[in-house]
């Protein structure tokens, strides 16, 4: 076995992947690239997200409590990326990305109408935010595309390479403390 720096443990342990997160502040909308998230509990649905105070969606989630988490697809590489490479401070990234905001249902922020999934979610808990950035969101709605083709996901390696997701294994038959979560 081969030591790593202990700044990479993010490359074993990625967290899902890579996601769009809408917020609005002032009415005027932004996007952000994200990378560390996690699913949190079942029910009600709580996700873990870090955005810090480097992030310009920082101070428009901590004031309206509010976002959108847009899962976007392998045609959307390039994009995600070079929305993660600029700030809504400066840039319309809806306009300058030629990305679609629809209307939520139940928040503020718009959804992504280019991504496979759209999770509406609010602030739940954000006890964790001064010391680690984490802010607890649960989310309140969800919307996808179902006609949607491209279904793989952007998963990131934490050095700008990318694995994509895609393939299933199906698994649900030997799941059986668990066939309650199952559709």
């Keep these: 076995m ?34 560390f998230h996690m699913m949190v509990q079942h029910d009600p649905p709580l996700v873990g997200c870090v955005i810090g105070p480097w992030d310009h969606s920082y101070d428009a989630l901590r004031r309206s409590g509010e976002c959108v988490i847009a899962v976007p697809t392998v045609d959307l590489a390039r994009t995600v990326v070079d929305i993660g490479n600029c700030s ?25 109408g280019e991504c496979l ?41 934490g050095d700008g390479s990318f694995v994509v997701g895609g393939d299933t294994i199906d698994l649900r038959d030997r799941m059986v403390k668990w066939r309650h979560l199952q559709d």
Excluded: W, Y
């Design 2 to 35: 081969q030591s790593i720096p202990v700044d990479k443990a993010n490359r074993f342990l990625e967290p899902g992947p890579i996601v769009l997160v809408t917020t609005t502040d002032g009415g005027q909308p932004n996007i952000m690239t994200m990378g």
């Design 88 to 112: 809504g401070a400066t840039v319309d990234k809806f306009q300058a990305f030629g990305l679609t905001p629809l209307p939520a249902r139940k928040v503020a922020p718009p959804l992504i």
């Design 117 to 157: 999934a759209n999770l509406e979610c609010r602030v739940a808990d954000d006890r964790l935010v001064d010391d680690h950035s984490l802010f607890i969101l649960e989310v309140v709605a969800i919307s996808n595309d179902p006609e949607r083709r491209e279904r793989r996901t952007l998963h990131h390696r």
